[in-house]
């Protein structure tokens, strides 16, 4: 019983973080211009946080496979992507329902919600081109080199609403220039930490998962099944006399 | 050692433009396929000719673009694992294998680029005012499509799923450089073109950083 709570304490501490975090963003004060419909600042804005950390673990862990030549760097690189595609989706999906609120509308040509798109085919590609291939060595070096390519398309992302201008607004987290209430910037900093806190757990559960299956892997390679030919006797010359 | 690198990465590259020579995929095939879809163009859009000199060069680089890549991973593509053994047996660089091969292919679509431009300024009546930028764009453009081609071919080599995988996995990283061509064009100086010049210029030493520190791991693989 000890030793199963030792396990879990991070899923427990997620859970409480992300509770913790919902009660903040339900308290927090209203937004005058745009209601309630401000409250997806709590959800958006941590989960494109989210998204960057995801893909730089990806970048960090592809270098790392790259120098030590260890699986487990291939590992915690592939499943920090696959979370990060997970959190980039829900970032995405969550703006356009804020979009819809504010600019009413779910989609526009903005320069943020473009290349996030297109910072999510990338990704997509980097899982696409893993699940082509088996061998977890030539898996490793493929996908570590993706890895590291993929941080061109994230440089564009974080500062495309500078370099446009267009109708996303500027970064949130401007530590010279904080633009927003107390209450409501103490609720997304809890959020941000609760759902990096949910990201540590998912980013734990899914390697450990990642290790099992290379397990598997290795183990169904070592077994020697049956060869084609193997029933096939010898025949015997000469028995008849 | 300088000298020997330089060697071999001419010596692939001149390889590269033999068979192109000899096969002429990229003149007979990949040009005329090229100027097919920048005709096309106007057929779906229009052919006013105000919205065509708008869009025009943001065409022609979606062109050169999903167009010159694959001409890109095709140099790769073309060898056979025997030519990728030997190479690796006879001890090439893997980096000056990358430069070679990157050189080829940027020749073969800076032509490529040229020969669109040509199609794109008789087709849709392009603003010639900020064209001279070409001189510094297409080849950048050339350049970048070519060390992105080269990487991502040598990842999705041998793969069952290689060919479908592959533009998967470019198209999306080449949007900097579509952005950074088309906008220093069509801004121009006065516009503030020089830094769109400066993001193609620093997504193509990315590249490069990229294509020589993983040549050796993705020689490995093959």
């Known amino acids: ?241 | 050692m300088h000298d020997r690198f330089w060697q071999q990465a001419l010596a692939i590259a001149r390889r590269d433009l033999d068979r192109e020579r000899r096969s002429g995929e990229v003149a007979w095939v990949t040009i005329p396929f090229g100027a097919s879809a920048l005709l096309l163009v106007p057929l779906a859009v229009g052919i006013n000719q105000d919205v065509l000199g708008r869009i025009g060069t943001g065409m022609l680089f979606v062109v050169v673009m999903l167009f010159g890549v694959l001409t890109a991973v095709r140099r790769t593509n073309l060898e056979t694992p025997a030519q990728r053994d030997a190479i690796t047996l006879l001890g090439v660089d893997p980096v000056a294998e990358f430069a070679g091969k990157t050189i080829a292919s940027s020749v073969l679509l800076l032509l490529f680029e040229v020969v669109m431009g040509v199609v794109a300024l008789t087709l849709y009546g392009l603003d010639l005012s900020n064209w001279g930028w070409m001189g510094v764009v297409m080849p950048l453009t050339a350049v970048g499509l070519a060390e992105l081609g080269t990487i991502s071919a040598a990842i999705a080599i041998s793969i069952d799923a290689g060919p479908a995988l592959v533009p998967l996995l470019v198209t999306p990283l080449a949007i900097p450089l579509l952005l950074g061509a088309t906008q220093t064009v069509e801004l121009g100086p006065d516009g503030g073109n020089l830094s769109w010049l400066l993001l193609m210029t620093a997504v193509v030493l990315v590249l490069a950083i990229v294509g020589v520190v993983t040549a050796r791991p993705l020689q490995e693989i093959r």
């Open chain 1, 1 to 241: 019983m000890t030793s199963r709570i030792r396990r879990r304490w991070l899923d427990v501490v997620a859970v409480v973080a992300i509770v913790a975090a919902l009660v903040f963003a339900l308290a927090s004060p209203r937004v005058a211009d745009q209601g309630d419909a401000a409250r997806m600042l709590f959800i958006h804005v941590p989960t494109i946080w989210l998204a960057y950390v995801s893909f730089g673990v990806t970048f960090v862990a592809s270098i790392a496979y790259l120098i030590t030549r260890k699986l487990r760097w291939d590992l915690i690189a592939g499943a920090s992507a696959e979370i990060g595609v997970v959190f980039t989706t829900v970032a995405i999906i969550g703006g356009m329902i804020w979009g819809k609120a504010t600019w009413n509308v779910y989609w526009t040509w903005d320069a943020r919600l473009t290349l996030t798109a297109v910072m999510l085919l990338v990704y997509l590609g980097y899982l696409a081109l893993r699940r082509a291939i088996a061998d977890p060595e030539a898996r490793a070096r493929r996908s570590a080199v993706l890895g590291i390519l993929g941080l061109v398309q994230l440089i564009p992302v974080h500062f495309s609403v500078t370099w446009w201008r267009t109708l996303h607004q500027t970064n949130t987290f401007r530590p010279r220039d904080i633009q927003m209430d107390g209450p409501i910037l103490a609720a997304l900093l809890i959020s941000v930490a609760a759902f990096t806190i949910v990201y540590a757990a998912l980013l734990r559960h899914r390697y450990a998962l990642a290790h099992l299956e290379l397990e598997a892997h290795e183990a169904s390679v070592a077994v020697e099944g049956p060869v084609a030919g193997d029933a096939v006797s010898a025949p015997t010359i000469g028995s008849g006399g």
